[in-house]
């Protein structure tokens, strides 16, 4: 017989209530007090975990049904549900492919404790890169030019899977500006020097013949840039990717891409307005013609459209522009550490009182490795980690404050339980909660086993 740990087991038992009930469950019906304290048993862990997580809270009909639902666009204003939704949460880049572990599919280990620590941190939505940007590389999606590779979307299906388990939405850039220097670091293949390992807007323009030398900001012609946006045949190769990409068909949800709630959107391309290459911004006809087939593969998707960089001068800028057309406006990157000027309450505060703003996406979270002993490190000095010691614990709670003020009589998110790490060996509990998450829809018997391998690895 199976012994729940108490949280899980009242959070359980609430949840098959729902499934029962005969009067219908007011929306936010049950309590949330979430004081940071230790769920679950943690003495199967290899070492000693240091980190302490909220207590779960529990789930209200409304949570449920949020899994469901689409995140629409009013005006500069987003919804879930009608009530009003704000975009906050970390960019964690390397849900579909990382490079930080040699190159490689993440683990479904390192996926699920990472958005244990994004749910823990009250956000509601996580930017994915490699969850869209995934060309010219071996293990991406489209390894040469029309060649597809199903077996990259083990890892994509798995993180939207687990996304929606944990009740957050997804945003997916569909291509990247970077030709990124710290490849070479990497990969000595020739082939691959000039875009970095998810590849990105460069790998489209030598596909189609174009030769360019140099990475980053130094590459030669400063301006090859633009092919990209100005010769037809790539366009309609970048257009391919879109709709076989939006197309695919995920193995534990059944939910094609472009047909999944789980994601909020999709964003044209990632730092297209990075002027540093010479070769100028998006121009607006490509930006119109890529958000329109978007909009007609994915109705019921936003599309977002990026600029690069920021400060205030330029967010007010960039706010009141968007609030002219009636759009809404998101920080999609930002540096956590508020060193790069305006410290982060500041611009916090600056930022939670516009209403155009919809929130903040900070750069970058990463988590455990696989053993949980230690921590996947990245080289760019801007990784954050929940709870890994004063310093990230100090910086974390201005980021969770930060998200428990905008999400104020909104869509709260709710806590589930850190899984993969300090959990690991819960006696199966957290297992069989995570599932009642599942889709209805799909290879539930996958999606279960999936989850479950995630939580009982090393
Ligand atoms: C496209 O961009 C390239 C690189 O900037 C430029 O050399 C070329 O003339 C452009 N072609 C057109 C048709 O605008
Ligand atoms: C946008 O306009 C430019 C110049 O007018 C042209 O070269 C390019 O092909 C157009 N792009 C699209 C996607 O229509
Ligand atoms: C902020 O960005 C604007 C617009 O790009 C620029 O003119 C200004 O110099 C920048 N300010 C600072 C303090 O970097
Ligand atoms: C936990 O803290 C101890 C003592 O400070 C340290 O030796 C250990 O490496 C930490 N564990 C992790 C996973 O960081």
Aim: proline share 6%; charged share 20%.
């Amino acid at each position: 017989m199976l012994v729940l740990p108490p949280v899980a087991a009242v959070l359980a038992l609430s949840l098959s209530a729902l499934g029962l009930a005969s009067n219908p469950i007011p929306l936010d019906a049950f309590p949330r007090a979430v004081p940071r304290g230790v769920f679950a048993e943690r003495s199967t862990s290899k070492c000693t975990v240091n980190e302490t997580y909220p207590t779960p809270s529990l789930p209200s009909l409304y949570d449920l049904l949020k899994r469901d639902a689409f995140v629409t666009r009013k005006g500069s204003e987003l919804f879930l549900l009608n009530k009003p939704f704000r975009v906050v949460g970390p960019n964690i880049y390397w849900l579909g492919l990382d490079e930080n572990v040699g190159i490689a599919y993440p683990s479904k280990s390192r996926v699920l404790d990472a958005m244990a620590a994004v749910s823990a941190m009250r956000s509601t939505v996580i930017r994915a890169h490699t969850l869209g940007v995934s060309v010219g590389n071996p293990l991406s999606v489209e390894p040469a030019l029309d060649v597809w590779n199903e077996d990259a979307y083990e890892s994509i299906d798995f993180a939207v899977l687990a996304a929606r388990v944990y009740g957050l939405k997804l945003m997916i850039p569909l291509t990247d500006n970077s030709v990124v220097d710290f490849w070479l670091a990497h990969v000595a293949l020739t082939s691959f020097v000039l875009h970095s390992y998810h590849g990105g807007k460069y790998q489209f323009i030598q596909w189609h013949g174009h030769t360019f030398s140099g990475t980053g900001a130094n590459i030669t012609p400063e301006d090859v840039g633009a092919y990209f946006f100005n010769t037809t045949a790539i366009v309609n190769s970048f257009k391919r990717f879109i709709n076989h990409h939006l197309n695919h068909v995920n193995r534990y949800t059944g939910i094609a891409l472009k047909d999944d709630p789980t994601i909020i959107g999709w964003e044209t391309g990632n730092e297209l307005s990075a002027m540093r290459f010479g070769d100028g911004p998006a121009p607006p006809n490509w930006t119109r013609d890529i958000a329109r087939l978007i909009k007609r593969l994915a109705p019921k998707h936003l599309v977002f459209d990026g600029t690069y960089p920021l400060n205030t001068t330029k967010f007010h800028d960039g706010l009141a522009q968007a609030e002219a057309v009636d759009r809404v406006y998101v920080v999609g990157e930002f540096d956590w550490r508020g060193t790069s000027g305006t410290d982060m309450e500041t611009f916090f505060r600056d930022l939670e009182a516009r209403r155009g703003a919809t929130g903040t996406l900070f750069w970058s979270l990463f988590g455990h490795s696989d053993d949980c002993c230690s921590y996947v490190e990245h080289d760019d000095g801007l990784s954050f980690y929940y709870d890994r010691d004063d310093f990230y614990r100090t910086q974390g709670d201005i980021l969770t404050a930060h998200a428990e003020r905008l999400n104020r009589g909104r869509v709260t998110p709710e806590i589930l339980p850190q899984v993969a790490c300090p959990s690991r060996g819960a006696g199966g509990a957290v297992e069989q909660l995570l599932e009642r998450f599942l889709p209805l829809t799909g290879n539930r018997g996958a999606a279960a086993a999936a989850l479950k391998s995630a939580m009982s690895t090393v």
